[in-house]
């Protein structure tokens, strides 16, 4: 799955534009990487198999 598919498929499951999804996903990324940035960690509670943890 390419972004513009990711971004089309939680446009479809939120009742979002995909304009509207795109800002939110673009937003949410960049505040994880600035998390990184800062020494900071960011995880993803939730997935199936465990929490996905991002780390510089």
Excluded: C, H, Q, V
């Excluded at 990711?6 to 795109?22: D, H, P, S, W, Y």
């Excluded at 990324?29 to 198999?49: E, F, Y």
């Amino acid at each position: 799955m390419n972004k513009a598919e990711f971004i089309r498929a939680i446009a479809t499951e939120a009742g979002l534009t995909e304009k509207e999804t795109k800002e939110a996903i673009d937003a949410y990324i960049k505040t994880i990487m600035d998390a990184i940035k800062k020494g900071d960690k960011a995880a993803l509670p939730g997935s199936k198999r465990g929490k996905i943890t991002f780390e510089a």
